[in-house]
């Protein structure tokens, strides 16, 4: 400690602006056309930005453990005099607390209890909000407000009943809540007034991992449901879909441009569905080459149980590494349900994606890329 000290202080002689010490669970917010933003998450949900937009934390921290999204640290840096962030972070400034934790309850139900906050500036800045308590409600639970309908609805059907919002414990407020109430929910979720779609050039922003969502008022942002289904996944370590080696191009999935369920790869990544009989680890022993392989495979509209096949390519030399391995995950797509939106371009056909092996919240960014193509009759 007292080495890490002496090189702290070296650095902040040449260095304009101080030395702080920041504590905290590492988070990322893509601010989508205007790139991303590290942050820091403090215990009692304070958001403090980590360094100025495009300064990444280290791999490694000083002992050469790993520094993942997720994981909790603390470092020390140079700031800028400023914007009072920091300038620059080194690994030997770096020191894992925690390891990341997996941000999904594979196997298990999650019963999001969400509060959503409607954000009113009229008294500040003249920028108030239109949307109420009962539209909030409305639009999350449905016109009956018990969860039978609106984003619920999709949730429960995406994920095949395994994600859900607590039609109970939900609630949407424009008035200010005490702390102790506060953190009786597991998530939220901030709308935006009206007039900050022509400030703030996205529809939708979240915590990668974290429990925090920001939405505009618009109906791009907090009322459509594939909106606000990304940006919940994203809190649980997905990234956007990528198609053609363009970000947000998959317009077979929520996760990318689409209003449609996650594909095959996010649905077996947050736990929601799994492979078919002897399909979840084809490779170069199972699957070898000049041999036909048959498999059924229901349409993932219809069920989570054994729809899809998932393919580790281990005959190539990429494959040989973490940092390049990919899988690839086959399924069928039928416009119905929750897929009831999809174009004819990915429904009904075949799909295939491939992502990254490594765990959703590496500091490298797991993305599933996306091929529809037609089905064999």
Request: aromatic share 8%; proline share 6%; hydrophobic share 40%.
């Amino acid at each position: 400690m007292v080495m890490l000290a002496s090189v702290v202080r070296s650095r902040a002689a040449s260095t304009p602006g101080c030395v702080k010490k920041l504590q905290g669970q590492l988070a990322l917010v893509d601010m989508h056309e205007a790139g991303q933003e590290f942050v820091l998450v403090g215990d009692g949900g304070k958001i403090t930005p980590l360094a100025a937009r495009g300064v990444k934390p280290p791999k490694k921290d000083k002992d050469g453990n790993d520094v993942e999204l997720g994981a909790v640290v603390e470092l020390s840096c140079p700031t800028d005099p400023v914007t009072g962030q920091c300038s620059y972070i080194d690994s030997n400034d770096t020191a894992l607390i925690r390891g990341a934790a997996t941000p999904t309850a594979v196997g298990k139900p999650i019963s999001q209890k969400l509060l959503v906050m409607i954000i009113d500036y009229s008294g500040t800045c003249g920028q108030a909000a239109n949307l109420t308590e009962a539209d909030a409600r409305a639009l999350y639970l449905g016109a009956a407000g018990d969860g039978s309908g609106g984003h619920a609805l999709k949730f429960e059907q995406c994920s095949y009943g395994s994600f859900t919002i607590n039609a109970t414990a939900f609630t949407a407020i424009r008035a200010l809540l005490g702390t102790a109430a506060f953190f009786d929910f597991s998530h939220y979720t901030y709308v935006l007034p009206p007039g900050y779609e022509s400030i703030c050039r996205w529809s939708g922003l979240a915590l990668l991992p974290g429990k925090q969502t920001w939405l505009q008022t618009s109906s791009y942002g907090v009322r459509r449901w594939a909106t606000v289904m990304q940006e919940t996944i994203h809190n649980y370590g997905l990234w956007h879909s990528w198609q053609n080696g363009v970000e947000y191009e998959d317009a077979s999935t929520s996760m990318g441009r689409g209003n449609a369920c996650p594909n095959a790869a996010e649905i077996s990544r947050m736990g929601w569905a799994s492979p078919a009989a002897s399909g979840g680890s084809l490779n170069a022993t199972s699957m070898p080459a000049g041999a036909a392989v048959t498999f059924s495979l229901p349409a993932t509209y219809l069920t989570g149980s054994g729809n899809y096949l998932r393919v580790r390519p281990n005959w190539l030399a990429s494959y040989g590494s973490a940092l390049t391995a990919k899988n690839v995950y086959i399924a069928l797509r039928v416009g119905r349900v929750g897929d009831a939106a999809l174009s004819t371009s990915y429904a009904p056909r075949v799909n295939v994606h491939e992502a990254a092996i490594a765990a959703p919240a590496s500091a490298a960014q797991p993305k599933a890329t996306g091929t529809p193509v037609l089905p064999q009759a």
